[in-house]
T-cell receptor
Framework: AQSVTQPDIHITVSEGASLELRCNYS??????LFWYVQSPGQGLQLLLK??????LVQGIKGFEAEFKRSQSSFNLRKPSVHWSDAAEYFC??????????FGTGTRLQVFP | NAGVTQTPKFQVLKTGQSMTLQCAQD?????MYWYRQDPGMGLRLIYY???????DKGEVPNGYNVSRLNKREFSLRLESAAPSQTSVYFC???????????FGQGTRLTVV
């Protein structure tokens, strides 16, 4: 069965600092991996996705993520965080069965 | 461009009442999903429909039923609402499992 773990419930960083949000997945085959962002009171927006090819993927808003098969991880990174990045971030895994499963989310707080 | 439309946006039910949440998409997507979002739990998959005419259980299907009325519409029914079903419900649609999921704006349901 597929599953997603986001070990960090809440992360606080200063504006301008670097950011890494962790995501670990469990799935028997090569999964389809996604990061979504949710601003307060809003729906979810896709940041980036991976399903094959280059293991370092670039997304919107300056985010990137790296797929590491050996570690079953797909961590999200940003070199310099802006106050507008404060939101909740969700990692998700898709499968050939068309089931899309989300992690529990990481809430990012940004201090000026 | 409407995308994914959910109705209603807010609803208060008494324990034991029934209701149907409606979802419609105008992007000709094959797959549609119902999730519930609770604090600290992330998005949990209730039911999904990989194509018109098929539905499958997700992670938390108990207490819910779904209908894929046609390719555009996917409804979620609570037959006898319980306080544990107080949540924010999101509908999503996807063209293919390795592509972006588009979300509705959510339905905030309170069961008293």
């Amino acid at each position: 069965a597929q599953s997603v773990t986001q070990p960090d419930i809440h992360i606080t960083v200063s504006e301008g600092a670097s950011l890494e949000l962790r995501c670990n997945y469990s799935y028997g085959a090569t999964p389809y991996l996604f990061w979504y962002v949710q601003s307060p009171g809003q729906g979810l927006q896709l940041l980036l996705k991976y399903f094959s090819g280059d293991t370092l993927v670039q997304g919107i808003k300056g985010f990137e993520a790296e797929f590491k098969r050996s570690q079953s991880s797909f961590n999200l990174r940003k070199p310099s965080v802006h106050w507008s990045d404060a939101a909740e971030y969700f990692c998700a895994v898709g499968a050939w069965t068309d089931k899309l499963i989300f992690g529990t989310g990481t809430r990012l707080q940004v201090f000026p | 461009n409407a995308g994914v439309t959910q109705t209603p946006k807010f609803q208060v039910l008494k324990t034991g009442q029934s209701m149907t949440l409606q979802c419609a998409q105008d992007m000709n997507h094959n797959s549609m999903y119902w999730y519930r979002q609770d604090p600290g739990m992330g998005l949990r998959l209730i039911y999904y429909s990989a194509s018109e005419g098929t539905t499958d259980k997700g992670e938390v299907p108990n207490g819910y039923n779904v209908s894929r009325l046609n390719k555009r519409e996917f409804s979620l029914r609570l037959e006898s609402a319980a306080p544990s079903q107080t949540s924010v419900y999101f509908c999503a649609s996807i063209a293919l499992v390795n592509t972006e999921a588009f979300f509705g704006q959510g339905t905030r349901l309170t069961v008293v």
